[in-house]
């Protein structure tokens, strides 16, 4: 049992920003009014910053990818983050080693991350690297956007189908929701093509993008799965590209579920560039920042950029072939028969440069004027950088002063070709804990996080932080302290203590069931036929929950 005294708690979900006590009990957060102190560790938060545990709503930390990254980058592990002692070995510059990848989440208060892109046939794979993680909770994203069956269903519009098929693809590969990347546009670029419009057709099924991303919806929405279809635009890197995230937004248009949004459009910022090519780039978040908050079945979030060191690593085979080819770079491809393709590509985001400077400021207009509650703070790590430096970008939104400071790095077109410098909004703590906590919770239907309420999961932080005292302008303090929390507690047990790792244990995969829901047989004979005509058997798709260190299955239906 754990007692945190007079913190000051920020839980925008249950209205809370006071001073309050907190008592953990059984690894959640209780209301028990008669507490014995003695029986208690008790953490003095007075004059402190209270909050629940972060949630990173898009980071590829497991999949194979990260391992191609890592044997692609050897330089990328000179960087030793701890050496073996009490907790295991952590390395890494921007792409981390498993351990790291717990290790760094917790310092900073983050308690959840979910890996966005797992190929079903690799599953069994992700599943080993999420077990390698230590301490934070985890889940999948299966990809469904090119796969062959999906085509078909759609083709022949058999939402229900459609729907099976998903149930059936979450169950065998324990995946937690469907992801949707450049749809339709891998497939055809097996044919030399891409697909750029929302009305390109995937070549041979006679389905267009727009038919595959609506009907990914309805089928999700059939199931009600806690999360909506989490989706990377079509175009992503390409100028003028905004245009196609707003038709893409749009194709929400009239279908609604009471919980949560029905389409959450992920790392926005490379899907929000205006103009005709390289030389007038700009921004063009300004229609979608519209649209978000007019629309309440759309999220986003933010795919921020940090100046430096990343690794480009995306299901978008595509695209990563087009950057391969624009930065001369090495690049790994991988074609996942059936169902994906993939790309790594190494990458350094140079202030000097002035798309890196513009693409830095998007992300942090869509961060400053979308509503924190339909909006997360991301980099799609590691694409626009390391996760671990979130607490800058937190920083960022909060101190117009640091933004100040860090556009005169940046190269003067951002000057001309982004709103940033006219928008002096300063975020609040509150709206960084709702991008960070009670957003992504609900954007996932992850009901027991993001907030502080009993029976929540008592992933609680602390930081040095007085919200009574909060001065923007002491930007080096603040990211300083969202750097490095005083405590982390997961699930009811300390794990960092003043920044350093105090405590190691496992966390949960979560994954979703929604077998009730739906009628397995009715895809038999389309399962039974399909596999006939490719080199992969049914059988070489599924993962038992045994083999997981941790399953936590979540029921629908
Ligand atoms: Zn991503």
């Known amino acids: 049992m754990i007692l945190v005294k007079n913190g000051h708690v920020i839980d925008p979900v249950n209205g809370i920003n006071e001073e309050m006590d907190l008592f953990i009990k059984n690894g959640r957060i209780s209301s028990e009014f008669k507490i014995n102190e003695k029986e208690c560790e008790v953490i003095d938060a007075k004059g402190k910053l209270v909050v629940a545990g972060a949630i990173d709503i898009h980071a590829h930390i497991a999949a194979r990818k990260i391992n191609s990254g890592r044997a692609m980058r050897p330089e990328e592990f000179r960087r030793v983050r701890q050496k073996t002692g009490k907790f295991r070995a952590a390395v890494g510059r921007t792409l981390l080693t498993a351990p790291a990848i717990g290790y760094e989440y917790v310092k900073m208060g983050y308690t959840t991350a979910i890996e966005p892109a797992t190929p079903s046939l690799y599953t069994l794979h992700t599943h080993e690297e999420l077990d390698s993680i230590p301490i934070i909770d985890k889940a999948a994203l299966p990809l469904f956007g090119n796969w062959h069956l999906v085509f078909k269903f759609i083709a022949e519009n058999d939402i229900e189908k459609l729907a099976s098929f998903i149930s059936w693809v979450l169950e065998k590969m324990k995946g937690y929701g469907v992801k949707v990347v450049n749809p339709g546009g891998v497939e055809a670029w097996m044919y030399g093509s891409n697909a750029h419009s929302i009305d390109d057709l995937v070549p041979y099924y006679d389905v267009s993008v727009r038919d595959i991303i609506t009907g990914l919806i309805k089928a999700n929405e059939m199931l009600d799965l806690p ?331």
């Open 227 to 557: 999360h909506s279809i989490h989706i990377h635009c079509n175009n992503l890197g390409e100028p003028g590209n905004y245009e196609t995230t707003v038709d893409t937004m749009k194709l929400a248009n009239g279908i609604r579920n009471n919980r949560r949004q029905v389409l959450h459009v992920t790392h926005v910022q490379f899907n929000a560039f205006s103009g005709s090519g390289w030389k007038d780039m700009g921004s063009g978040t300004e229609e979608i920042i519209k649209l978000v908050n007019k629309s309440d079945n759309i999220t986003i979030d933010m795919g921020q950029v940090i100046f430096g060191h990343a690794t480009t690593m995306t299901a978008d085979g595509p695209f990563q072939f087009d950057l391969h080819k624009l930065l001369k770079n090495k690049w790994i491809n991988l074609d996942v028969e059936l169902e994906t393709g993939t790309g790594v590509v190494p990458l350094i985001y140079r202030p000097s440069s002035p798309v890196h400077s513009v693409m830095w400021a998007i992300a942090l207009e869509l961060g400053l004027l979308v509503n924190p509650d339909k909006n997360v703070i991301s980099t799609d790590y590691p694409n626009g950088g390391p996760f671990d430096r979130y607490p800058y970008i937190m920083t960022l939104l909060l101190s117009r002063k640091y933004r100040e400071k860090e556009m005169e790095r940046a190269h003067k077109y951002l000057q001309r070709a982004a709103n940033l410098p006219s928008i002096d909004i300063e975020r609040t703590l509150e709206d960084i804990v709702k991008m960070t906590r009670s957003s992504p919770a609900r954007i996932l239907g992850m009901h027991n996080k993001g907030h502080l309420g009993e029976g929540a999961d008592a992933d609680v932080v602390v930081y040095d932080i007085n919200p009574a005292e909060f001065n923007p302008d002491k930007y080096r303090e603040i990211e300083k302290a969202l750097s490095s929390a005083l405590f982390t507690i997961k699930g009811g047990t300390v794990v960092v203590k003043n920044g350093k790792i105090a405590g190691d244990i496992w966390g949960r995969t979560m994954w979703v069931d929604a077998t009730l829901r739906t009628t397995a047989e009715i895809i038999e004979p389309d399962l039974e036929e399909y596999f006939n005509y490719y080199t992969v058997n049914r059988e070489n798709y599924g993962v038992e929950e045994r083999w997981m260190r941790r399953a936590e299955r979540i029921e629908v239906g």
